[in-house]
């Protein structure tokens, strides 16, 4: 059960975004849908990473508080772009492109509790991922729980809940490319940090 000393106060929700005015729109809708009545105070960051099409301009529109970064930089760097602007010390992030369902990001900010992370596991009864993909990721995932000394369900899933102050203890390890959800893994794992794995559908 959450104390009054971890109990979440706000949210900040970071999204990296890279030439995805397909998706934008719908995505900070789907965010809001779920998110004005959970009763959390939050906030939507988008950080547009260079894109070469409307992603600025359409998230714009939307309200939301935007950053614009003049070329591409990566996933991670947005991410940590994104995370140094938030106003709240709880982070959530998630992809543009809508993989991830938003309708359980209150559900993984009410497990936070006495976690530094919670991690939306693709382990659900849903879950759908290229075929071609699953054999590296699985002897990834191996080597990783090998490494870190316990199972881990998915190693890196881009829709978690983590406290900055996990983040900030790791951010001159995590990487600016696609290794940043790994990275962060295995850091938080192990360091003896609390992490635990909520089963979603993807």
């Avoid at 934008?24 to 894109?51: A, F, L, N």
């Avoid at 530094?116 to 596991?121: E, K, N, Q, S």
């Avoid at 199972?151 to 790791?170: C, E, Q, T």
Wanted: charged share 25%; hydrophobic share 40%.
């Amino acid at each position: 059960m959450a104390t009054e000393e971890n109990a979440v106060k706000g949210i900040s929700i970071v999204i990296p975004a890279f030439n995805e005015e397909g998706a934008i729109t719908s995505g900070i809708r789907e965010i809001r849908e779920v998110m004005d009545p959970s009763g959390y105070e939050y906030e939507i960051i988008v950080v547009d990473d260079g894109s070469e099409d409307k992603t600025a301009e359409l998230a714009r529109a939307e309200g939301v508080n935007l950053i614009e970064r003049p070329e591409n930089q990566g996933y991670g760097a947005a991410l940590k772009a994104g995370i140094r602007r938030s106003a709240h010390d709880v982070i959530v992030i998630t992809d543009a492109d809508g993989t991830y369902p938003a309708k359980y990001i209150p559900d993984l900010v009410g497990q936070l509790g006495m976690y530094d992370m919670v991690v939306g596991a693709r382990t659900g009864e849903n879950v759908a991922a290229p075929l071609v993909r699953k054999p590296a990721k699985w002897v990834l995932r191996k080597l990783a729980s090998y490494l870190a000394g316990r199972h881990i369900p998915d190693l890196n899933s881009g829709l978690r809940v983590m406290r900055k102050s996990l983040i900030a203890r790791f951010v001159h390890l995590l990487p600016s490319g696609f290794s940043f959800t790994t990275t962060i893994t295995l850091a938080a794992l192990c360091s003896g940090s609390l992490v635990k794995y909520f089963p979603i559908d993807y």
